[in-house]
């Protein structure tokens, strides 16, 4: 089964007796009874792995592959120098198992704990896992969750596009597509049907098609079908109705920013696809009692700095899926 299609509920378990570890503090002594799940959540959205955080010598210690690369960074293994390298869009870092000093930008820093190999994957401590890359960590003790951020947090993002996201919003409920073209990215925006987002093979539109709306009948093929992996190939009004504005966004109860309420099986890997964005999501619990939530739905729009303004990138629609 793809990492697509996993069910995100029983990712990263194994962590055990957490305390305030994430920022390397003591934790409660740990006990081989007792056993619980650690989320890591990465703007918002449940980090999907095979490799499950642990913590050593009372740190929480996270994979450093999938945790980099949900923030948007690239991943280089040096197998000569036995060493691992990571670039996100402003940062970099370089470090080696057992090693507590990296590089950083440069610069010689010191880990709170050196990295460890485990089973051929290498785990780093969870605080430099987000601010070796300029991210923000926090950490939810109730809920032993850990929430990176790998730009701006919710308060700033909500900041920074609360205006614009307002009006996209306002402008897809009013089938204002000259607006929608006005403040979409110059290269266009990505649609994507389900949370896993595939830039390369989703339908992006141009501003101009943008701006042309239903008057645009050509047919496109936006994605598959979830469960049974028929084309989704319809003109961009259809499109519109069952995967962009299928509910009323613009009243929905909840909306986060850099923040997710999702919890579908699908996975959601905007942050990655959309490297240092502003993702607002737009959530709905549910709409039939009869359903126990099982038809939430949710609208994302992705917002990318362009020049001195923010942009829409892309628009991801959510749903449970198969």
């Known amino acids: 089964m793809s990492l697509k299609n996993k069910w995100v509920g029983a990712v990263l378990a194994g962590a055990l007796g957490l305390g305030a570890a994430a920022f390397g503090q003591p934790v409660e002594p740990v006990h081989a009874a007792v056993s619980n799940h650690v989320a890591i959540k990465v703007n918002g959205a449940v980090l999907v792995s095979d490799d499950s955080a642990f913590v050593e010598r009372n740190r929480v210690m996270v994979p450093l592959r999938a945790v980099s690369e949900a923030m948007g960074a690239k991943v280089k293994w040096d197998s000569v120098r036995k060493t691992v390298r990571v670039t996100g869009d402003t940062h970099s870092f370089e470090l080696a198992a057992g090693q507590k000093k990296a590089i950083k930008d440069g610069a010689s820093i010191e880990l709170d704990a050196a990295p460890v190999m485990k089973e051929g994957r290498l785990f780093i401590p969870l605080r ?3 601010e070796g890359l300029g991210g923000t960590v926090r950490w939810n003790a109730a809920k032993r969750e850990a929430n990176i951020y790998p730009g701006l947090t919710p308060e700033q993002a909500k900041s ?20 929608l073209a006005e403040m979409s990215h110059s290269k266009g925006v990505t649609f994507s049907p389900y949370a896993y987002v595939e830039r390369t093979k989703n339908v992006t539109l141009s501003r101009e098609k943008m701006a042309e709306g239903f008057a645009n009948d050509a047919k496109y093929s936006w994605g598959e079908y979830d469960g049974s992996g028929e084309p989704i190939k319809l003109k961009f009004k259809d499109y519109y109705k069952q995967f962009v504005y299928s509910s009323d966004f613009a009243r929905a109860p909840w909306t986060g920013f850099n923040d997710s309420k999702s919890y579908g099986n699908s996975l959601n890997n905007a942050s990655q696809a959309y490297p240092g964005a502003v993702i607002v999501e737009y959530h709905f619990d549910g709409f039939n009692p009869e359903y126990g939530g099982m038809d939430w739905e949710s609208l994302r729009l992705v917002f990318q700095k362009e020049g001195n303004r923010w942009v829409l990138s892309g628009i991801v629609h959510d749903e449970w899926t198969i």
């Open 128 to 130: 430099f896992s987000a």
């Open 160 to 179: 920074a596009v609360k205006e614009s996201a307002d009006r996209v919003i306002r402008a897809l409920r009013d089938q204002d597509f000259k607006q």
